[in-house]
């Protein structure tokens, strides 16, 4: 089982290569959050590469792809490790990355605080996120 996993790996691994020849800027973590917009959720590549929230993703934001067609938001957290079985995520993180699907039926004051600390384009996709979820009944997906 572990070799056939070790084919794969080497295979997004070399995905994630040509997506960073492609766009230089990004790193490894974002470069993987790309390819699994590209191959799991978004339709096209600009509109997975327009999802990305940044190389500094505060509160662990990777990307934020907000899908009209299908009335869905889809929130991801990337983690990308250079070898199987490297490190496991902590479970504060994997609790942090729960606790974000809470935000769309806080207060304003408590959404008002989360935003203050948030980067102006994490920030304005988040509430786009809250919007469509709240008031459109858009469905929220974390990965």
């Not at 996993?5 to 290569?17: A, C, K, P, S, V």
């Not at 492609?22 to 509109?47: C, G, H, I, N, Q």
């Not at 990305?52 to 009209?68: F, H, Q, R, V």
């Not at 304003?108 to 989360?114: I, N």
């Amino acid at each position: 089982m572990l070799k056939g996993n070790g084919i794969i790996f080497r295979q997004i691994r070399d995905e994630i290569d040509q997506i960073r020849e492609t766009y230089p800027k990004l790193k490894d973590d974002s470069a993987f959050v790309l390819w699994f917009l590209r191959a799991f959720l978004a339709d096209s590549e600009e509109e997975a590469r327009k999802a990305l929230t940044g190389d500094t993703s505060d509160k662990e934001i990777d990307a934020i792809l907000i899908d009209d067609r299908i009335k869905q938001v889809h929130l991801v957290q990337g983690k990308f490790h250079l070898s199987l079985g490297e490190q496991n995520e902590k479970r504060n993180d994997v609790l942090g990355l729960a606790d974000l699907s809470n935000y769309p039926w806080e207060t304003r004051e408590v959404l008002d605080a989360f935003y203050s600390k948030l980067d102006p384009l994490v920030c304005r996709r988040f509430e786009e996120l809250v919007e469509r979820v709240r008031r459109r009944k858009y469905e929220l997906h974390l990965y």
